[in-house]
Structures are given as C-alpha cells and as structure tokens.
C-alpha cells in the first residue's frame, strides 16, 4: 500500500511571499488533514476534508491560509503570505473513514522556513 | 487548561528497563486513544490504539486506559535504543470529528 505522499519535502521562502503545498493521500482514504507542526511541539490541525468538504477548519487561519480539495482526492494547502510564525512542519494525514475511530497515516511533511 | 497533556521531557530510561509515558485529557467524554512515534525529523507513525479501558498489550508495548482518572499510559518493556524518540498521546474527544494531540514526551533510552 502506498502511503501518504506530499511536495515539496523542503521549502525556504521570504516573509510576504507565498508557497503551495500537496498532499495525495492513501487510495480509499476519504479523511484528509492539514497539520502544522512546530519544532518542539505536537501536531495542531489546520484543515480536514471528509471527500472534498470542510469539516473542521477552526485553526486555520483563513486569512493566510486556504486549502481545497478538488474531487476528493489530492489537496493543495497554500500560505499567502508568509510569516515567520509560519516556519515549521506541515504534516499531511489520511484516515480511511471519519475520525472516530481511524487512526492518521502521515506523510513525509514539508518543513517550512520563513526568513 | 490544555486539551491533552504530557510531560515534554527528556525521559532518561537506561536500556533493557521498562519506559512509562503518561498522558491525561480534559474531555470526559472522550472516545479513542492513540500512541504515535515521532523520530528526530520524521513523521509520526502509530504504535498503539486503545478504545476501552484496560491493558492492550502488543509485543512490548502496553496501552493501559482509565477513563475515570482521564488517563492513558504507555509502557514500553524492555527499551531499546531504538525506542529513543518522542512519543505523542492523541485522543478523540466526545465529538468525535477531530484528533487533538498532546506536545509529546522525548524518551531517551541510555546504553
């Protein structure tokens, strides 16, 4: 089985500019998440998709951030515009029905750094 | 306070001993529990779920759940070096549509 995949793995950017990050998540999965992951600290969930809808996007923070997830499968997550608060981790996760009692299986992560 | 809670760290455990891990959660109501394993610059990887309470033993780790104390644990019986690394507590609260993880404790197992 083929696991999570996300691009880039790295990404160095200046603050104000803007990047784009993609997730494909294991075939069959209809959960996605976004995680943004600081050094030091867990996992904080950005976005999750169940198919292509938004259940939980509480934590993002909409007015940077936006995700989409365009006929139920891949995901795009993009920052516009960066800050430097915005170094860290991102961490794509599927899970093969809702939350409840599916366990996350993560990608590779992009690590973010903002100068 | 915080949703889920761990001690950050680092735990010392000298190698072929047992390694406890200690999490507790806010939300009563709280459904499912997982252990991850986060090595230095990868990506957290399950190890453990437990869903009622108890042991759930699965080679040499243990999950043990008390949902009245609001506590989970993780044992890990003779550690090995490679055991070295941070293990994350996440839980399923009593809405049941989200993840919500703890900061992660870091075990360092000493040769």
């Known amino acids: 089985e083929a696991g999570v995949a996300q691009s880039p793995r790295y990404k160095i950017i200046e603050k104000r500019q803007s990047v784009a990050f993609w997730c494909n998540p294991i075939?069959?999965?209809?959960?996605l998440y976004w995680y943004q992951q600081i050094l030091g600290q867990g996992p904080k969930l950005l976005i999750q998709f169940q198919n292509n809808g938004v259940v939980d996007d509480s934590q993002l923070p909409k007015d940077r951030f936006s995700a989409e997830r365009l006929k139920g499968v891949d995901s795009t997550l993009k920052i516009q515009p960066a800050k430097l608060e915005d170094s860290a981790v991102y961490l794509c996760?599927?899970?093969?029905?809702?939350?409840?009692?599916?366990?996350?299986?993560f990608g590779n992560g992009t690590r973010l750094t903002v100068t | 306070q915080k949703e889920v809670e761990q001690n950050s760290g680092p735990l010392s455990v000298p190698e072929g001993a047992i390694a406890s891990l200690n999490c507790t959660y806010s939300d009563r109501g709280s459904q499912s529990f997982f252990w991850y394993r986060q090595y230095s610059g990868k990506s957290p990887e399950l190890i453990m779920s437990?869903?009622?309470?108890g042991d759930k033993e699965d080679g040499r780790f243990t999950a043990q759940l008390n949902k009245a104390s609001q506590y989970v644990s993780l044992l890990i019986r003779d550690s090995q070096p490679s055991d070295s690394a941070t293990y994350l507590c996440?839980?399923?609260?009593?809405?049941?549509?989200?993840?919500?993880f703890g900061s992660g404790t870091r075990l360092s197992i000493r040769p």
């Open positions: 075939s069959g999965h209809a959960t």
């Open positions: 996440a839980v399923i609260g009593s809405s049941a549509s989200k993840i919500i």
């Open positions: 996760a599927s899970s093969l029905v809702g939350t409840g009692y599916s366990p996350l299986h």
């Open positions: 437990i869903y009622s309470n």
